[in-house]
T-cell receptor, first 109, second 116 residues
Framework: GQNIDQPTEMTATEGAIVQINCTYQTSGFNGLFWYQQHAGEAPTFLSYNVLDGLEEKGRFSSFLSRSKGYSYLLLKELQMKDSASYLCACMDSNYQLIWGAGTKLIIKP | GAVVSQHPSRVICKSGTSVKIECRSLDFQATTMFWYRQFPKQSLMLMATSNEGSKATYEQGVEKDKFLINHASLTLSTLTVTSAHPEDSSFYIC????????????FGNGTRLTVT
């Protein structure tokens, strides 16, 4: 079956670095997405990886290893506004998104 | 960037009435739009895939007659919750797929539906 796993909750300190991991098993693979969702709001697009390696975009970076079925989202210089849920989603062979349950990130001063 | 507008953002209705939610892609054409439902502290649940000019594809367990989806143009999809009940109260979110190399989804801001 298809499955996306990511930690339920993580806590980090303002100014620090945090890595949110995601492992996946899907029927085919057409890319992996990371979305940020603040409570009560719709998700916003953060990154897309379809090739192995690291994609850097400002304070956020996303890594993909297709052979390992593994991705991570790296957040640097954490700010209080980064407190949110981070959703990992894989696009399968039918171009449908399979969603993880999300990781709630709590930032402490 | 790609913008998806969803309206209304909040709606309160009485049991037995119907509510229509609109989802528009403002600066791109979306042949495919998706409708999600999200309960508090839970991930998105895909309800249906809406394809322009054809019938929507519903996920297992989603009632077609209760959640009517119409995708009449390349920029507009609507979700109508018919004969709403309190258990239909939820956060409904639409998304549209960008037809480029990323095929990324861009989300509307969501609609908070409360049925009294």
């Amino acid at each position: 079956g298809q499955n996306i796993d990511q930690p339920t909750e993580m806590t980090a300190t303002e100014g620090a670095i945090v890595q949110i991991n995601c492992t996946y098993q899907t029927s085919g693979f057409n890319g992996l997405f990371w979305y940020q969702q603040h409570a009560g709001e719709a998700p916003t697009f953060l990154s897309y990886n379809v090739l192995d390696g690291l994609e850097e975009k400002g304070r956020f970076s996303s890594f993909l290893s297709r052979s390992k079925g593994y991705s991570y989202l790296l957040l640097k210089e954490l700010q209080m506004k980064d407190s949110a849920s981070y959703l990992c989603a894989c696009m399968d062979s039918n171009y449908q998104l399979i969603w993880g349950a999300g990781t709630k990130l709590i930032i402490k001063p | 960037g790609a913008v998806v507008s969803q309206h209304p953002s909040r709606v309160i209705c009485k049991s037995g009435t119907s509510v229509k939610i609109e989802c528009r892609s403002l600066d791109f054409q979306a042949t495919t739009m998706f409708w999600y439902r999200q309960f508090p502290k839970q991930s998105l649940m895909l309800m249906a895939t809406s394809n322009e000019g054809s019938k929507a594809t519903y996920e297992q367990g989603v009632e077609k007659d209760k959640f009517l989806i119409n995708h009449a143009s390349l920029t507009l999809s609507t979700l109508t919750v018919t004969s709403a009940h309190p258990e239909d109260s939820s956060f409904y979110i639409c998304s549209a797929r960008l037809e480029d190399e990323t095929a990324s989804l861009h989300f509307g801001n969501g609609t908070r539906l409360t049925v009294t």
